[in-house]
């Protein structure tokens, strides 16, 4: 039995689609368009891809984008001193500085100069906080998409054992924050993990956002489970010719669709669905910020 495939491109159009119904509304209703300004620093040729999208989609969705692009020799002061330009425009709602920065700049001092009520990336400790002690706030774009498709594709998640492989800062932490907001038992797993096989099939929901190519195989998911793979890898593909490569998750995603009740492929998966908060995230933004009625995705 082959389980349902989570169409993530499906659900980020939907998303997308409510945002900008939201977007429109703030105009009717407050006579204000919200804002994304999103900086890039240097000319690493994958960020310069995520920065025309990134401002693709929030035009399409309605809203203003501010692009700010400036040479990879930039000083630290300099950005800093644009981002605190950004925190005083009162028409900049959402301001993400893309990661990741060239070696001479202190990402985590970046971070930290970014008003909080306007860092819809989620990465600022004041919403790391925040999270964790269950106050409102600004999530991490990426794990906030998984929660959207696993509480779809699931019909309860209260009391579902989750197991989460990987803790990091941007995915594996606030994603098992996030979960636990859902009420669901929450493990998190890594690379000092004993018996990780057993502990996967421990899971009614597997995340997996490791960055190793296929590495949790089909017989370590439990059947039935809803597996949600993060993991964006490039791998040689021979068969499409030399030198060509394909995208795989960190799920073996043929061997896991079979015991699975339902799964992410990669891509089509998880990676549309991280704009697609991201814009969620900025009308999120201008309305606490503004005072507005918060909307809920
Ligand atoms: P990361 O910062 O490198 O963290 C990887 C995590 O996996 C770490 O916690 C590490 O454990 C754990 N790990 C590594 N090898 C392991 C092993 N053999 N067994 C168990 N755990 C192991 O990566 P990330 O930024 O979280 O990203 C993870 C993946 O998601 C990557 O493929 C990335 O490209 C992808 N990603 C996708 C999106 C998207 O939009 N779809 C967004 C962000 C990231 P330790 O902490 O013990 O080292």
Partial sequence: MTGKIIDGKARAAKLRADVAEIVAGFHKAAGFTPGLAVVLVGEDPASQVYVRNKGRETLASGMRSLEHRLPAKTAEAELLDLVARLNADDGVDGILVQLPLPGH?????????????????????????????????????????????????????????????????????????????????????????????????????????????????????????????????????????????????????AEAAEIAGAITPVPGGVGPMTIACLLANTVTAAAMRRGLEVPRF
């Fill in 105 to 253: 700049i202190s990402e985590p001092a970046v971070l930290a100069a970014i008003d909080p009520q306007k860092d819809v990336d989620g990465f600022h400790i004041v919403n790391v906080g925040r999270l964790s002690v269950g106050l409102d706030a600004l999530v991490p774009c990426t794990p906030l998409g998984c929660t959207i498709l696993a509480r779809e594709a699931m019909s309860d998640l209260t009391g579902a054992e989750a197991v989460i492989v990987g803790r990091s800062n941007i995915v594996g932490k606030p994603m098992a924050q996030l979960l636990l907001k859902e009420n669901c038992t929450v493990t998190v797993a890594h690379s000092r993990t004993r018996d990780l096989a057993d502990v996967c099939r421990r899971a009614d929901l597997l995340v997996a956002a490791v960055g190793r190519p296929e590495m949790i195989r089909g017989d370590w998911v439990r059947p039935g489970a809803t597996v949600i793979d993060v993991g964006i890898n490039r791998i040689p593909a021979p068969e499409k010719g030399e030198g060509k490569t394909r995208l795989v998750g960190d799920v073996a995603f």
